[in-house]
């Protein structure tokens, strides 16, 4: 399974997983480039973010292909 990075917000990575499930990675983003891949024990379910950049994040990226 793919944990593909799909973007940026408030200092943390958003990755994508292949069922469409988002988490993130706490590091600069011009660390990782967008479509590059991330190890499955470095993800961090969404849910531990504040809830104000959580709404953020599925705003911006949960829907942009639904």
């Given at each position: ?11 943390y ?8 499930d ?34 953020k ?10």
């Amino acid at each position: 399974m793919d944990n593909t990075i799909i973007g940026y917000e408030s200092d943390y990575i958003i990755i994508e997983k292949d069922d469409g499930d988002l988490f993130f990675l706490e590091a600069p983003a011009d660390l990782l480039p967008i479509g590059e891949t991330v190890a499955e024990n470095e993800l961090t379910p969404l849910n531990e973010l504040p809830i104000e950049i959580q709404m953020k994040v599925y705003q911006k990226y949960k829907f942009q292909g639904e």
